[in-house]
């Protein structure tokens, strides 16, 4: 079976620093895309950032652009977003998401993605 576990999370003030992280297994990890998403009480799931399988081109949303960076290692098949400068209103419930064929300009469609780990939550108090 699919696995994705995201953790990380924790509750912080405003202008701190998280790192999530999102482990895989029973996947070829390295032919997977790995997208992160974050969805609030009464908002829609967004896409915040994404990192391709080939090359390691990643997207981010702009409301992160400039604060988060993702990155993977393939070798211990993870995923990490780490999350700077950070702000209330990146208080949401963290999910990373897995698809083998997904292309970066579908990186914010949560329909694109097969593999769906369990949330971690973030807090960021002002």
């Known amino acids: 079976d699919v696995q994705l576990q995201a953790s990380g999370g924790g509750s912080v003030q405003a202008g701190g620093s998280l790192r999530l992280s999102c482990a895989a297994s029973?996947?070829?990890?390295?032919?997977?895309?790995i997208g992160w998403f974050r969805q609030a009480p009464g908002k829609e799931r967004e896409g915040v950032s994404c990192i391709s399988s080939s090359d390691g081109s990643t997207y981010y949303a702009d409301s992160v652009k400039g604060r988060f960076t993702i990155s993977r290692d393939n070798a211990k098949n993870t995923v990490s977003l780490q999350m700077n400068s950070l702000k209330p209103e990146d208080t949401a419930t963290y999910y990373c998401a897995a698809d083998s064929t997904l292309i970066l300009s579908s990186a914010t469609s949560s329909r694109a993605y097969d593999y769906w780990g369990q949330g971690t939550q973030v807090t960021v108090s002002s």
């Open positions: 029973g996947l070829s990890f390295d032919d997977h895309a």
